[in-house]
């Protein structure tokens, strides 16, 4: 089962460590990242149905439209390499 309250300790220092894990990258070398951390962090969930559930989540297809509004989400971020001229 897939926990979707908050859950993360110190999430503010993940944050701030994640987005100096892609200084310095180009968009495609933080792509690349971003698909290993998700490889690796699958792996260490390993439950099928957990996984389905997250990426049904992340893809935003597991709630109704109408349910939509109520439910939390979670807001991906463009690090800030990607933005940069």
């Known amino acids: 089962m897939l926990n ?3 859950n993360l ?3 503010d220092d993940f ?3 994640l987005i100096a ?3 310095g ?3 495609p070398e933080s792509h690349a990242m971003n ?6 962090l699958a792996n260490h969930i390993g ?3 957990t996984l389905q559930h997250a990426l049904q989540l992340a893809r935003g297809s597991a709630v109704p439209t109408a349910d939509r509004r109520s ?7 463009v690090p800030t390499h990607a933005v940069a001229a």
Do not use: F, N
Request: net charge negative; hydrophobic share 40%; charged share 10%.
């Open 9 to 11: 300790q110190a999430c």
């Open 71 to 77: 439910t939390p989400a979670i807001t991906p971020v």
């Open 25 to 27: 990258l180009s968009t």
């Open 47 to 49: 439950d099928q149905a």
């Open 35 to 40: 698909a290993r951390l998700v490889l690796l």
């Open 4 to 6: 979707t309250q908050p």
């Open 15 to 17: 944050y701030e460590a």
């Open 21 to 23: 894990a892609h200084q």
